[in-house]
């Protein structure tokens, strides 16, 4: 209905939907270019990395002579960046320790990606009474800093990936319920939207139809900003030693394990997943950056014509 | 003026609101959560004497409402009951470690901040210049970087691996006051001012891009007033003024980034004490830590909210 009624308001220019304008300009920027290029690096590291891997995670580095290597080993034959804490093989352990990361940071932001933007726009939507009860109630979860808050609950139910996933999540929803709202809130007086309330669409509809996809830059911007520190934060959790558990290959995990390495001269088990967490959350910033920059862009000419 | 401080005070209030639904989710959360909060502090192998006893002293025999009242009243009179660490006061536990805490983040903040209001300037002055280019990549990466990975990166490039110039961690008597050891200050306060200077340093660039656009800054400039003066007289002055509400999330940010600095460092501060004791479940102090650090949290975004509306007239004058 509506894009018929914008079509018949300017039949010479063919309108995009907003999504594919803000992947264009997102994408015509060099610091796109390189996140992205970062972002998958990692991800084909962390994706296939495991096929490649000389040893099997949990295994011990064994020698020509069939003899176990010791720990924090230096970079030899056997094991080309060295041994870990117990002796088994680092570069094997950085190749599988990629994907509970990646993982459960995106499932996480997902879980409160999908949730702030069901509660933002309900939020703004209804207004009123409903709108200052839900909105108040995540400022509370706002009183914490998301890991303060995963620590509180790891220290009840003790450490488990549900339980990640689930703090990061919970405490990732009303940042983006905040931008949601706030972006909605202007798009609700919009006359497309009174007019599909005046001709009945129900209200599911307007919100997902009509409302989110007119928001999309705001959101974009804001969930790639979580991502960011969302991975920090799970990556944090396992180097506290509450997230991922010995066995598992981790990066946040091995940075922790792998720390006596550094004083006797063993610093590849720290170094590699240092450098992988690093240019992931770069990577991950740069995309956002690009997201928000073609938003600027896009907002602006909005305004001059 | 009526409007300014009905809004502080609507504005406590709210503080306080949340505050106190924060204390009931830290309570439910950590014991009223379904399931025996003594075993799993004392794990599988205990006797049913010793969870009985442990029962009795965190008074999980009681009604839940009847729990949480108590130690409402204890927070409100200070006492936060007895570490199961340590057999003492969680006041005690704490009192020690808030100053090394309390002196870090004053220590990130005084540093961050006119490192911050400078580099803004800088590159506000040299807008899309070279410099302003390469500190908006770098700030924007390094605002990126989880504080532990920028920790433990510093340890490997100054104290372990490339240089050997500084301490990787700190080693403290107890009972010693946290400036006797500069050394061991230096990395864990990098690592703060890392985390914090980014952002305050991009908010105070768009502020004086702004400024020096502006028409009081023009009549400077064609007055004839020396560069040097128009900057520091007429436009700084201004530009620092939205950045106080960032000094205020900085620092709230600074009270979460303390837990993982601190224990990257092994730093006696709260922020290493609030791991150490999820890692013992020792109830009582995760529970007074977790609501310090909320209360610091509220307290500081409450400021920010408030300075915000002081230091923006336009904001100021809807109020009245």
């Known amino acids: ?305 | 003026m009526r409007g300014i401080r009905g809004f502080v005070i609507r504005r406590v209030l709210f503080g306080l609101v949340t505050l106190f639904v924060a204390s009931i989710i830290i309570f439910a959360a950590t014991q009223a959560l379904p399931g025996d909060a003594a075993r799993s502090i004392l794990g599988r192998n205990a006797t049913p004497d010793s969870l009985a006893a442990l029962r009795d002293q965190l008074g999980l025999n009681k009604p839940v409402l009847q729990q949480y009242w108590e130690w409402l009243r204890g927070v409100l009179t200070g006492d936060f009951g007895n570490s199961l660490a340590e057999q003492r006061p969680v006041t005690d536990v704490i009192g020690e470690r808030i100053v090394y805490s309390a002196f870090l983040m004053f220590l990130a903040a005084i540093i961050s901040f006119p490192l911050a209001v400078a580099l803004g300037v800088a590159s506000a002055r040299r807008r899309d210049g070279p410099f302003d280019h390469v500190t908006s990549v770098v700030s924007l990466a390094l605002a990126a970087l989880p504080e532990f990975i920028v920790g433990i990166a510093l340890v490997v490039l100054f104290a372990t691996s490339v240089f050997h110039v500084l301490p990787g961690v700190t080693i403290i008597d107890p009972g010693t006051p946290p400036w006797s050891h500069p050394k061991e200050l230096i990395l864990p306060t990098i690592t703060l001012v890392i985390a914090v200077t980014p952002y305050t340093a991009r908010i105070m660039r768009a502020s004086m891009v702004e400024i020096l656009e502006s028409d009081y800054v023009e009549m400077a400039r064609l007055k004839g007033l020396s560069e040097q003066l128009v900057m520091w007289r007429h436009a700084v002055p201004n530009g620092i003024a939205p950045t106080f509400q960032v000094i205020a999330i900085n620092l709230a940010y600074l009270a979460g980034g303390i837990v993982v600095v601190e224990t990257v460092f092994n730093y006696p501060g709260i922020g290493a004490g609030f791991v150490d004791a999820v890692h013992a479940r020792d109830m009582p102090v995760v529970q007074a830590l977790a609501l310090l650090i909320a209360a610091l949290y509220v307290v500081l975004n409450m400021l920010a909210d408030i300075a915000t509306i002081l230091v923006s007239p336009r904001l100021r004058t809807s109020l009245k």
Request: avoid cysteine; charge should be positive; hydrophobic fraction near 55%.
């Open chain 1, 1 to 305: 209905m509506t894009d018929q009624a914008i079509a018949l308001d300017a039949p010479a220019v063919r309108r995009q939907r907003p999504w594919v304008i803000l992947l264009r300009a997102t994408w015509g920027q060099t610091r796109t270019k390189v996140g992205v290029v970062i972002v998958l690096a990692l991800v084909a590291v962390a994706g296939v990395g495991p096929f490649f891997a000389p040893y099997a995670p949990d295994a011990p580095v064994q020698r020509a002579h069939g003899e176990y290597a010791l720990p924090f080993e230096p970079p030899s034959s056997a094991a080309l960046l060295g041994t870990d804490n117990i002796g088994r093989d680092v570069l094997s352990r950085f190749l599988w320790g990629g994907r509970s990361v990646l993982a459960l940071a995106a499932l996480s932001t997902l879980l409160g990606a999908v949730l702030g933007i069901a509660v933002g726009l309900l939020a703004a939507y209804s207004r009123g009474l409903l709108d200052e009860v839900v909105m108040r109630t995540m400022d509370v979860v706002l009183a914490f800093p998301q890991l303060v808050f995963a620590l509180v609950l790891v220290a009840t139910v003790g450490p488990s990936l549900a339980l990640m996933v689930f703090a990061v999540g919970i405490t990732t929803m009303p940042r983006v319920a905040r931008v949601t709202r706030g972006a909605a809130l202007e798009v609700v007086e919009r006359d497309y939207v009174r007019a599909a309330e005046g001709i009945g669409v129900p209200r599911r509809r307007i919100l997902f139809g009509e409302i989110l996809p007119n928001i999309t830059s705001p959101l974009v911007v804001e969930v790639t900003l979580r991502l960011t520190f969302n991975i920090a934060v799970i990556a944090a959790l396992s180097f506290l030693g509450f997230g991922l558990q010995p066995p598992a290959a981790d990066w946040g995990l091995m940075v922790n394990e792998n720390r006596q390495g550094l004083l006797v001269g063993q610093p590849w088990g720290v170094v590699m997943p240092v450098l992988a967490i690093g240019l992931l959350t770069i990577g991950t910033s740069l995309i956002g950056d690009g997201f928000s920059r073609a938003a600027i862009g896009i907002e602006g000419g909005r305004g001059r014509t």
